[in-house]
C-alpha cells in the first residue's frame, strides 16, 4: 500500500490496542502502543532509501528483504528496544506484540497488491502478489479517516477500530471474488490462455488484465466484467542470442526480468546503436506502457546505456537515456 495508507493503519491499530483495558488504562502504555503500531507499520518500507542508488536495485529489492519472515520477526525487537529507550518503565513484551502486529499487517496487506512481496523469503523468493488490491485504495484510506474522526470526537476507541476491520475483511473478500471472476471469464473466452494477469486499477470495477495463450498476449481492461481489447502481440520466448545475452547482462534489465511477470521485448537499430527494449504489458494508461526496460549496445555490444522504471512517455525516456550517455 502507499505511505499514507500505511500511516492511517498504525493509527487505527493503536486506537483498536485499547480495546485492553491494560492499555487503556495506563498513558504511558498507550503512547507506546501507538508509537510502537505507527512505526511498525512504516518499518518494512525503509527499504525506500534504496531509490537514491539506482532503480535496478530499488526495483529488484524493495518489497524484498524488508518483508521477509526474518524482518518481520526483527522489526518489532528494534522498535521495542527504541521505544523503551524513551520509556524504561513501559511493559515492552505488550510493546512488542503490538509491534509485531503492525509489522505483519503491512506485509500482509501488500501482499494483496499487484507488486506483492517476497514475504515467504527466506523459504522462497517468489514474489507473492494476489492483485487484488490497488496500490492506494480510496475506500481503504477514507474508512481509516472516517474511524479515526469518529474516534477524535467521542467515540471509543476499540469498538469503532473492530468495527473497521470487520468491514475491510468483507471489503477484502469481495474484491477477491471480483478478480476471480474477471480470471473465469477470460479463461471463458480464451479456453487456450496459460496465464490471466490481472492489475486493479484505481476503480472498483475496472481492471488491467493480460492473457496469454501459446501464440498470442491479449492486452485488455475488464469493466463492469467486460473485456475491452486494447492491442496483442505475438507471444515470443526470450531468445538465445548474441544480442539479447548481452543485454540480459545490465542490472536494469537484469531486475526488469525478476519482478514482470508479463511483457514484450523488441529489438531495434539506431545508428550504430543497437536498442533492446522490454515492455512490461500490465500497466498500460492511456495507450502508453509506462513501466520499461531499456538497453542500447555499441557495435561491439557492449552497453553504453540502460534504463528501468516508469516513464509517461517516449521523450521523458529518452531523456533518460541521454543523461546516462552523458
Excluded: C
Excluded at 503492525?102 to 494476489?130: E, M
Aim: aromatic content about 14%.
Amino acid at each position: 500500500m502507499d505511505t499514507g495508507t500505511h500511516v492511517v493503519m498504525g493509527i487505527a491499530l493503536g486506537g483498536l490496542a485499547t480495546i485492553s483495558p491494560t492499555i487503556a488504562n495506563d498513558p504511558l502504555l498507550s503512547t507506546s502502543v501507538m508509537a510502537a503500531t505507527i512505526i511498525g507499520s512504516q518499518a518494512p518500507d525503509f527499504d525506500t532509501v534504496l531509490k537514491l542508488r539506482n532503480n535496478a536495485v530499488y526495483i529488484r529489492n524493495h518489497r524484498g528483504l524488508t518483508h521477509s519472515i526474518p524482518a518481520v520477526l526483527t522489526w518489532p525487537i528494534l522498535i521495542t528496544a527504541g521505544i523503551t529507550i524513551f520509556n524504561p518503565e513501559v511493559n515492552w513484551p505488550i510493546v512488542l506484540l503490538w509491534s509485531f502486529i503492525a509489522v505483519f499487517l503491512h506485509v500482509f496487506v501488500d501482499i494483496f497488491n499487484a507488486y506483492g512481496t517476497q514475504a515467504l523469503r527466506p523459504i522462497s523468493n517468489k514474489w507473492i502478489a494476489l492483485g487484488v488490491i490497488n496500490i492506494f485504495d480510496p475506500f481503504i484510506f477514507v474508512s481509516h479517516l472516517v474511524a479515526i474522526l469518529l474516534w477524535t470526537v467521542g467515540f471509543a476507541a476499540g469498538p469503532t477500530m473492530l468495527t473497521l476491520y470487520g468491514i475491510l475483511i468483507l471489503y477484502y473478500g469481495w474484491r477477491i471474488y471480483e478478480k476471480e471472476q474477471i480470471v473465469k471469464l477470460a479463461r471463458e473466452q480464451h479456453p487456450d490462455a496459460t496465464h490471466v494477469f490481472v492489475s486493479p486499477t484505481i476503480r472498483w470495477y475496472q481492471w488491467h488484465v493480460v492473457i496469454r495463450t501459446p501464440k498470442v498476449m491479449y492486452v485488455t481492461e475488464s469493466f463492469r466484467r467486460k473485456f475491452e481489447y486494447f492491442e496483442q502481440y505475438s507471444f515470443d520466448p526470450i531468445p538465445d542470442t548474441k544480442v539479447i545475452n548481452a543485454a540480459r547482462k545490465d542490472s536494469n534489465l537484469d531486475a526488469f526480468l525478476s519482478f514482470s511477470p508479463s511483457y514484450r521485448w523488441e529489438i531495434e537499430e539506431k545508428d550504430d546503436i543497437t536498442e533492446v527494449r522490454f515492455v512490461d504489458l500490465r500497466y498500460r494508461s492511456k495507450g502508453h506502457y509506462p513501466f520499461v526496460a531499456i538497453v542500447q549496445l555499441d557495435q561491439q555490444l557492449e552497453i553504453i546505456s540502460s534504463y528501468t522504471g516508469w516513464v509517461f512517455s517516449e521523450e521523458a525516456l529518452q531523456k533518460k537515456l541521454n543523461i546516462i550517455l552523458q
